[in-house]
């Protein structure tokens, strides 16, 4: 693979409905797209998930230009690259910046693809022709308002629902829940919004039969999640706690969850999230693919990692009218009866609306070698 210029478009788009999570909520999204443009003339995309507040973890649209432009794509520009495999092994003396380097390397697994004429799901060792859906439903302003937002979810198909929890909002918000949708497959996420002093409270949950309450401890934890699992009937999944495949092994070893969730970007990228998959389905974890509210560049790198065999769960991948008026791909992800079908034309099989990312562009940069 040979590499003419990398371009860095950072752009903001309005999300139709705000998301409210136990640690804020978001009005809109602003975030970087990455083009790499190859000698081939085929160009790879990437998206980064940061948003402009440190909150989710400590990266941001700023610190992600900063890193991007000062050192991975330098590196880049002057390293041969023959397989995607290698971007996450060059990136290695740089720490952490897992959102920065995966928004890179995903557009070189794209570029990838392209190169060989093959879809992005096929070079990763896909095996579904369509994923199944589920949805995440943040915090609302009462919970009738929640039951009438579930009820809509369901009729457009949605195979899994989760619902945004926090102290104060979740053991009456669960009950309610159940007593309206008694069959469905419901999960709770927390962000990191409890503590080993709430084991007790959070026992209570176990009666609404979860499919997994997802972080419900610090982001930084391994050990306490291991503590609170003991005393819970529900699965716990991981998903801020987990950035590499050594922290995955890890919380395996310890028992701190029975699933993981995997976030391209917070593990670096699609080599990295390969290889937690793996050992997860080595040591019967299942996986499911989380969401940030992405664009349909990140969101198609969403789907083609999801049709590898161990995404068993449905995850958080919602079609692109749940969040814009106007995606920034051709065709605009659908969902139909619940599933999204995983394009077949090369590379993420959506093309990148230039037009429409230009006008949404705050700030640009090109970068090659000369
Ligand atoms: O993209 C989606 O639909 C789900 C979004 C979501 O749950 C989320 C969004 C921003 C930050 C963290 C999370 C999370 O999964 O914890
Ligand atoms: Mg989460």
């Known amino acids: 693979m040979e590499i003419q210029s990398i371009n860095l478009s950072q752009i903001k788009m309005e999300l139709l409905h705000p998301f409210t999570t136990s640690v804020g909520t978001e009005y809109d999204k602003s975030f970087i797209v990455v083009e790499v443009l190859g000698k081939s003339g085929l160009s790879g995309w990437g998206e980064s998930v940061s948003i402009i507040e440190p909150i989710y973890n400590e990266e941001t649209v700023g610190t992600n230009w900063h890193i991007m432009s000062e050192f991975l794509i330098p590196m880049l520009l002057k390293a041969s690259i023959k397989h995607p495999d290698q971007v996450s092994e060059l990136f290695t003396p740089i720490r952490r910046n897992y959102n920065a380097k995966a928004a890179i390397e995903c557009a070189i697994w ?43 979810y369901i009729n457009e198909g949605y195979k899994r629902i989760k619902v945004k929890i926090k102290p104060e909002w979740d053991v009456h918000i669960l009950k309610l829940i159940r007593k309206h949708f008694p069959e469905i497959q419901l999960m709770a996420d927390a962000n990191c919004a409890y503590t080993l002093a709430d084991i007790p409270h959070l026992q209570k949950l176990d009666e609404f039969d979860l499919t997994m309450i997802e972080q419900p401890l610090a982001s930084d934890d391994i050990i306490d999640h291991a503590k609170l699992q003991e005393k819970l009937k529900t699965s716990i999944c991981l998903d801020e706690s987990i950035h590499t495949s050594e922290d995955a092994r890890k919380a395996i070893e310890l028992g701190s969850c029975k699933i993981i969730n995997l976030k391209l970007g917070r593990v670096g ?9 793996d050992l997860c389905e080595a040591h019967g974890i299942p996986v499911w693919c989380g969401g940030m509210l992405e664009g349909g560049i990140g969101r198609a790198h969403n789907i083609a990692i999801t049709s590898l065999s ?23 992800v659908v969902m139909v009866d619940g599933y999204i079908k995983v394009p077949d034309a090369p590379g993420i099989g959506f093309e990148p609306n230039h037009d429409y990312i230009e006008q949404l562009t705050l700030k640009q940069k090109t970068f090659s070698l000369n």
């Open 269 to 277: 990228g699609l080599t990295e999230t390969k290889k937690i998959h």
């Open 110 to 152: 794209d570029l990838y693809a392209k190169e060989k004429n093959i879809s992005l799901a096929k070079a990763l060792g896909g095996v579904k022709d369509k994923i199944e859906v589920g949805v995440s439903v943040g915090i609302q302003k009462s919970a009738e308002a929640m039951v009438e937002q579930i009820a809509s």
């Open 310 to 332: 161990n995404f068993t769960i449905p995850g958080d991948t919602a079609p692109s009218s749940h969040y814009w008026k106007q995606d920034i791909i051709f065709p605009e």
